[in-house]
Each structure stands twice: as structure tokens, then as C-alpha cells.
């Protein structure tokens, strides 16, 4: 059996990948920054943060390598439909899931086991070469492979290892599996999101999930800002549930304030302003907002009941709440008699807060959303033309973005293992015959 040569090549210089795809534009803030992104599924369920986290790293120009299972790659591959059809004629594959594509665009695939020693040297060397490794392994699990922070603080001090778990290194629950929905329910985000008498429901999308992937990625920013002035990188401990905490935001506050309860749920009524809610329409739904008494009468002369506006039950916002069994039903009479696109047609350049409630591909087909870029479409090796969600921000000098497609299992495992481990063709041929990269 072929041994890896670790030792020969562990003090190589960083080398560039820019014969496997196109180097990334100068102009973007994270160019010549390399992850390390150890990306997993646990038993089964997404754990949405740390891909979203590593894919924002990658959108703005960090070179971020996914280590995927050699033989089935992410989890997340297999999850589906819908699918992106492969274009390749003959094949009887699926193709690439909605769930994967969502989360891995501009990202190296490399096919590596590191229940192989070989697997964990790689891995070593990779670590080595790189600024920034983001994990999702409960407490203590990769201590086995020496893959923990402190044998890689050891092989690289400068760099930021990032551990995203469910409840954080320390703690009473720290070695419990955290995942999106139990920690909405048990750090209090259930409890206030539902209708007024119905029961606590999740939110629609994995929020906790993508709002931890955004506290990991600025972290790692920060510490990146930071290793410039002290040359040392550090371990950040970023948990769900305390991501969760933080995000309760005002309605956190005010039970520390007062000591109270929370108010429960309002579905998408506000607790303290009045009108500030869904309504329906003829086809429809729509949401209005009068978040002062000036915009309350704006709202009673574009529904035709001006008169409202002075009744004493909704002259002040105080009023309106404490009368919000009243209000509230003869608004929606009112809303019910045109259609949503009638009623945006009154209330355009009324100053007020109104929006239509679109379904996801509506939003997805919306003008502005459009107009702003924030879909596009890109060329898929296997899949041919398919359309994802652009990154968000925009920048005056750079241009964050999709560059490359989500990579199929495997598709840049020789560059890296080539041109970053120092391997040869021999050596890597070996690695592959016996299941330890594919």
C-alpha cells in the first residue's frame, strides 16, 4: 500500500487552484482567503448554518473547500424532488437537489474519508494551508481524528476555527444535537410565532439555522480583522440556541424589563400598533400598517371611511389598540370588497405601509426582486442552464456573486490533493482505488 508522503509537502507554500476554475476578481473583500468548510448532515436532518455560512464566505471571494463522503457525498445531494435534471444524455441520475444547489454554489467538492489515517493527514495539510475552518461535530467528537481546535492550533496558530453546534462547547446540553426547529421551540421563537389562538408553529424557513450561518460568517470576519493585528487565529464557539437568544431582540427585552410574559402569538398583527396586520382581500391577501395616527387617517380615506379617523374608539393608537375587536373586522370588511392588486392600484403613493402577501414564486418573478438581481441564472456542468438566488448585498467597488456552480461530488479533489496537499497522479490514483478520496 502506497504511503502518503504528509511530511515531504507539509511545508509547502500556498499554491493557487486557478487551473480548476476562474480566479476569483481582485476587487473582492475576501479574495486570497482559503476555508476549510467541513460541512455534514447529522442523523439525517439539514443543519442549514454552517453551509449558508461558508457559501456567504465564498460569494465574497474566500476559495472555501467542501469535504463531502467519498461515495455519497453531502447528505443533502439525495434530497428530493425537485431536482435539477441532469442534461446528459443517456443518464438515469436525478440530478443535483433544490436543497444542495440552495447552499454550495462557488464551492471545491473534494470526495475525502478521514476514518482513513491518510484521510486525516490531508486534511492536516489542508488545514495548514488554510485561514479559516468552520466545523458542526458535537463537543468533543474530533478530538479522535486530532482534528479538534487545539491539534489544529498547533499545526496552524493563525488559523480561525469555527465550531457551529447546537448549544455551544460548555454547558448543561452541550453534547446534545441541536437542530433548527428544536431550538425555536425550546429558546422561545415558537412560542410568539403563530395565530392569536392557534399553536406555536415553526417559522417557514430555517431561520434560526440561516440567522446563526450570519453571526458565524461576521465572527469570522471579525476574527480575521483581528488575527491582522495579533498574527493568531482563535476558536469561535457559536451555538444555535444562543444565536436564538439573541435574536428575541425587543421582545426578549421587554420580558426583562418587566418581568412579564411574553404576549403570545399574533400571528402578523403587531401587539402595540393598530392597524398592523394581514387582510383579506377578494383574491387574496394584503398587509397594511398605520403606525401613527396621520397614517390611520390616510388609510380611513383611501378605504372611504374617513369618519373613522375621528371616532373617539380610534382617534390615538392607544384607542385603536384597546378596540381592536372592532377595528380590525370592519377594515377587513372593507379590504374583502376589491381585489389585492385593486387595492395596491388606492393606496399607491398614499405614504403608508402596505404590501401584497405573495406565495414564494411570485416573490421569485417579482419585478423589483428582478430588478435588483437577486436571481439569476448560471450554467450547471451536469444540469445545464438552472436559476438560483443571488447574494444580497451590493457593493459600489466589488462584485459578490456567483461565479461558480454548485460543484458535483468530487469535481475538484485532484486539484486540491494536487495543488495544495502535493500529491502526484500516482499517489492520488492509490488514495482513490482504495476509497479514501473519490
Known amino acids: 500500500m502506497a504511503r502518503f508522503r504528509y511530511s515531504s509537502v507539509i511545508n509547502q507554500s500556498r499554491?493557487?487552484?486557478?487551473?480548476?476554475?476562474?480566479?476569483?476578481?481582485?476587487?473582492?473583500?475576501?479574495?486570497?482567503?482559503?476555508?476549510?468548510?467541513?460541512?455534514?448532515v447529522l442523523d439525517g436532518l439539514m443543519r442549514f448554518h454552517q453551509p449558508y455560512c461558508t457559501q456567504i464566505l465564498a460569494d465574497l471571494g474566500a476559495e472555501v473547500m467542501k469535504i463531502e463522503h467519498p461515495t455519497r457525498g453531502d447528505d443533502t445531494r439525495a434530497w428530493g424532488p425537485p431536482y435539477a435534471k441532469s442534461s446528459r444524455v443517456g443518464t438515469h441520475a436525478p440530478g443535483e437537489s433544490a436543497y444542495f444547489l440552495a447552499v454550495n454554489r462557488n464551492k471545491l467538492s473534494v470526495g475525502l474519508s478521514f476514518k482513513d489515517p491518510r484521510g486525516v493527514q490531508i486534511l492536516h495539510k489542508l488545514a495548514s494551508e488554510c485561514d479559516?475552518?468552520?466545523?458542526?461535530?458535537?463537543?468533543?467528537?474530533?478530538?479522535?481524528?486530532?482534528?479538534?481546535?487545539?491539534?489544529i492550533n498547533k499545526i496552524n496558530p493563525r488559523l480561525v476555527y469555527t465550531s457551529i453546534t447546537g448549544y455551544g462547547q460548555t454547558g448543561p446540553y452541550r453534547k446534545r444535537a441541536g437542530y433548527d426547529v428544536m431550538v425555536e421551540a425550546e429558546m422561545g421563537l415558537m412560542h410568539i410565532t403563530g395565530s392569536r389562538d392557534g399553536p406555536p408553529v415553526k417559522v417557514g424557513v430555517a431561520v434560526t439555522d440561516l440567522t446563526t450561518g450570519l453571526y458565524a460568517t461576521h465572527s469570522i470576519l471579525a476574527a480575521l480583522f483581528l488575527r491582522q493585528r495579533t498574527g493568531k487565529g482563535q476558536h469561535i464557539d457559536v451555538a444555535l440556541a444562543d444565536c436564538q437568544v439573541a435574536t428575541l431582540a425587543n421582545i426578549g427585552s421587554s420580558v426583562l424589563i418587566s418581568?412579564?410574559?411574553?404576549?403570545?402569538?399574533?400571528?402578523?398583527?403587531?401587539?402595540?400598533?393598530?392597524?398592523?396586520?394581514?387582510?383579506?382581500?377578494?383574491?387574496?391577501?394584503?398587509m397594511l400598517g398605520g403606525g401613527n395616527d396621520r397614517l390611520f387617517r390616510i388609510l380611513c380615506e383611501r378605504l372611504g371611511f374617513p369618519e373613522w379617523a375621528t371616532d373617539s374608539?380610534?382617534?390615538?393608537?392607544?384607542?385603536?389598540?384597546?378596540?381592536?375587536?372592532?377595528?380590525?373586522?370592519?377594515?377587513?370588511?372593507?379590504?374583502?370588497?376589491?381585489?389585492?392588486?385593486?387595492?395596491?392600484?388606492?393606496?399607491?403613493?398614499?405614504?403608508?405601509?402596505?404590501?401584497?402577501?405573495?406565495?414564494?414564486?411570485?416573490?421569485?418573478?417579482?419585478?423589483?426582486?428582478?430588478?435588483?438581481?437577486?436571481?439569476?441564472?448560471?450554467?450547471?456542468?451536469?444540469?445545464?442552464?438552472?436559476?438560483?438566488?443571488?447574494?444580497?448585498?451590493?457593493?459600489?467597488?466589488?462584485?459578490?456573486?456567483?461565479?461558480?456552480?454548485?460543484?458535483?461530488?468530487?469535481?475538484?479533489?485532484?486539484?486540491?490533493?494536487?495543488?495544495?496537499?502535493?500529491?502526484?497522479?500516482?499517489?492520488?490514483?492509490?488514495?482513490?482505488?482504495?476509497?479514501?478520496?473519490?
Open 15 to 40: 499554491r493557487s487552484l486557478s487551473t480548476h476554475s476562474r480566479q476569483p476578481d481582485g476587487l473582492l473583500p475576501l479574495a486570497g482567503i482559503r476555508v476549510l468548510d467541513m460541512t455534514r
Open 259 to 286: 418581568g412579564d410574559k411574553d404576549s403570545g402569538r399574533w400571528g402578523t398583527a403587531h401587539p402595540s400598533i393598530v392597524p398592523y396586520r394581514g387582510f383579506r382581500t377578494l383574491d387574496g391577501d394584503l
Open 313 to 438: 374608539r380610534f382617534a390615538s393608537n392607544s384607542s385603536r389598540v384597546a378596540n381592536r375587536a372592532v377595528l380590525e373586522p370592519l377594515i377587513e370588511e372593507v379590504t374583502m370588497t376589491k381585489t389585492t392588486k385593486e387595492w395596491l392600484d388606492v393606496l399607491e403613493n398614499s405614504g403608508m405601509a402596505y404590501a401584497a402577501i405573495h406565495d414564494v414564486k411570485s416573490t421569485l418573478g417579482h419585478e423589483h426582486v428582478l430588478a435588483r438581481n437577486m436571481v439569476t441564472e448560471i450554467q450547471h456542468e451536469t444540469c445545464g442552464p438552472i436559476k438560483l438566488i443571488n447574494t444580497p448585498v451590493k457593493f459600489s467597488e466589488s462584485s459578490p456573486g456567483i461565479r461558480e456552480a454548485p460543484p458535483t461530488l468530487g469535481r475538484h479533489t485532484d486539484h486540491v490533493l494536487e495543488h495544495i496537499v502535493g500529491l502526484d497522479k500516482k499517489e492520488i490514483a492509490v488514495l482513490r482505488e482504495e476509497g479514501v478520496v473519490t
Open 132 to 151: 479559516v475552518l468552520v466545523e458542526n461535530y458535537i463537543p468533543g467528537t474530533l478530538k479522535q481524528y486530532d482534528l479538534d481546535f487545539k491539534s
